[in-house]
Every structure is written in C-alpha cells, then in structure tokens.
C-alpha cells in the first residue's frame, strides 16, 4: 500500500524517489495504463475550483509532491511525506532507468526546439528516445488527436512524458486513457524547459530550502506572479481550514481494526480504533482481497475514534482501488464529526455516503436484485438526520471476522474472530447502533 496524506482534497503519495522509480518499473512491467501526476500548490487549488480535474488528480495511479508547501503541509498535518518528488528531478533519472533497462520514452510538447535539445540530452544521459511530437498551441480540443495517438502507437514507448503544462497534460492523458497502450504516462510540466536549459533551475541550496520558486518568480516575473499570488491566497483560504480541524480534533481510542463481513456481492469492511498511521496498511489489504467486478465495497466508519489525513488518504485510496475494478464504493455510519473533517479537507465530494450499511446494501446491484427492496438514490451528502427503519437483511453472511495486523504488517483474524452472524441473524456492520 502507498502511504500519504490528503491536502485540500487531493491525494499526495508518499514516495521517495526511488519508491517512485521502483512503483515505475513495476507499471511497466505490469503492461496497463497508469498516470502520473507531479503536483504542486497551483494543481490543489485549480482542483479546489474544478471538480473535473480534481476527479481526474484522484484517479491517477501515483500523485507526487512537487513542490515543497506540499510537504510542508503533510508535517502540519502529523502525516509527514518523505520528500519532495519533482519531475525536474525526476526526468533525469528516468534517463538512467531507460540506460539500465532498455526502457524506451516518448517526449509529447514543450516547444520544438526545447522538445528536440530535451531528447538530445536524455539519449547522452543513455536514454532510448522512442519519439517526439509538438502539438501546437492551442486549446485541447484543437489538437489533431487521431495524429498525436497514432504516433505514440507507432513508437510503441514504455514511458510517455507529457509537457503541456497544468491542467492541460492532465486532462490529456486522463482523455486518452483508453486508447493509450502506455504502461506510465507522466504529466512533466516544465521539466523537459529546465532539462534543455531554456529555464534556468534554482541552485540546489534553495530547492532543498524551498525557495526555487522564488527564482523562477524572479526570472518570470510577469508570468508567475499573478499565479503565486493566487495559489498563495487560496492555500490560506482552505489549508488554514483543514488544518484548524486536523489540529482540533482529539486522538483518542486503539489501534485500527477492521472486521470483513459479506452480503451476497457486498463486501463490508468495519472499521474501529484510531484511522492513522502505519495500521491503514489494513484497509487496502483487505479491500485488494475483497472487491471484485460488479460487486460493492462499504466501509463503516461508526466506531472509528480518530479520522487523520493519511485516513482520509487511504479512503481515496480504496476508492480508486474500487473504480478500476468495477466496484462500487460506500462510505457508511459516518459521524458528524468526521463528515465536517472531510468537508473542511475538501474531500467530501471524493465519496458517496450513506447512514448505515443497511442502506448501501439495499442500494448495491445485488440488493436491488432482491425481491422487495426498492432501488433508492445514494449522494454524497454527508449525514446530518438519522434514518429510524429497521435495519434487518434476509441476505447471507458469509463471513464474519475482525482482521489485524502482525509485526510485518500481514493481516489475519484475530484470536477472538467470530466467523457466524450473531443475534437474529443481522451482521455484526448491519445491527442497530
């Protein structure tokens, strides 16, 4: 599982370079699609005013902290990010990874000339350049697409670079997903400008110290300011309010557990204990070992004592985990509490939400199968009225145990796992609270 931390809605992988290398070498190994974005300060605030690109961010296979206010962030959060992972840093080295194993790169954008003295310099660092391409400047849908799409095709790349800029190589990769065969797409900004030289890199002193942007402010004074300005502006208007609530709210309770029940196709994880730190391995683990295509997955939040930002991280996590296997995905039992702790991280849109698990199932493809029970709608409104229906199920259970993790971080039941239903036959994550 991939650690990380939620800021103003956006899920930030915590990854070290060579963790992002290693899960790069195992996408393309692995054959399938995968996006990556590099962000910073101005993709979590063009999220926080864009649903679409938000979505799009979340969906992405690994986000990486670009800029150093993101990691800043994380450690005020109490869920600290090992490093900052820029692609200016990170091009380079996919050049020695290409060298080292024969992996072959696409350069999609930038100017022509930079495009062309970019790939000039990766194929002296060892790289195997597959192709290169510079779509002219103009809106998306201006692109000759079926051009674009047919030469990548032909070049047939392990790795696609993807130098448009924010949110324009996002928004390309994540529409073109379908028929990009590409095992890893990544959106570099301006990485292949300072690789050619064209932008000049802040010295090392003041990237470590995160201050390069106010080099680049210094050498684009006209461009980038109106855009600090307003990626300033906005982290003090949201970040100030995620944090005022991750600072507010009391840890209290154990340590996570999870307990895994099944209803029919409905796979229901039930969470208790504090939602933080190294026991959110659990989540994904047995979520990867339940969901399946056409099923449902709910997680119940009733018992949960403490919901941290590496929490809220871990939960967009098994959401994605869920829309690339087919699955629908609830959050169930959410107290008040923690439905004001996502709307002030500006997560609450990421999730659909319903009072109990009662109702997910009922909502679920199976339970809408079942004689009698009435399809309703499900929206991510956060829970401000409790439903008073019984909550009782004629479905089967077939499994009824509260999994935990051992020093390696494995799960398994626990000694006191009960495998049956209990009391009038209702699950355990379905009896009344």
Known sequence: MTKGVVVIGVPIDNVSMDETLRRIEDFIVEGSFHQIATANVDFLVNAVRNREYKEILCQCDLVLADGMPIVWASHLLGAPLAERVTGADLVPRLAQLSKRRGYSIFLLGATPEVCEVAAGRLEEMGARIAGKLTPPLCGLDKFDNDHILAEIEKANPDIL???LGSPKQERWIHQHRERLKVPVCIGVGGSLDFLAGATPRAPGWMQRA????????WAEPRRLAPRYLKDALGMARYFSVQLAFNLGAR???????????????????????????????QLELAA??????????????????????????????????????????WLAGIPQGFARTLKASRSEELFDAVPSVFYAVRQSSWGR?????????????????ER???????????????????????IGPTPSASHMAVGDGVPLAMRKR
């Open 369 to 385: 199968q079942q004689a009698g029970w009435p399809s309703e709608q499900v929206s991510n409104n956060f829970p401000g009225d």
């Open 388 to 410: 008073t229906s019984a909550e009782k199920s004629p479905g089967v259970v077939d499994s009824n145990e509260l999994v935990d993790c051992d020093a390696g971080g494995k």
């Open 288 to 329: 990867s070992s339940r969901a399946s295509k056409g099923g449902a997955l709910v997680v119940e939040l009733a018992d949960v004592s403490y919901l941290g930002a590496d929490g809220i991280r871990a939960l967009a996590g098994l959401r994605r985990l869920a829309s690339s296997r087919g699955c629908q995905f």
């Open 161 to 163: 670079l993807v130098a």
């Open 251 to 281: 840890r209290s309770g154990g340590a996570l557990r999870i307990g895994v029940e099944s209803i029919g196709s409905v796979d229901i994880l039930s969470a208790s204990g504090m939602m933080t730190g190294s026991r959110l391995a």
């Open 210 to 217: 995160g201050l390069e942007w106010l080099c680049r402010l």
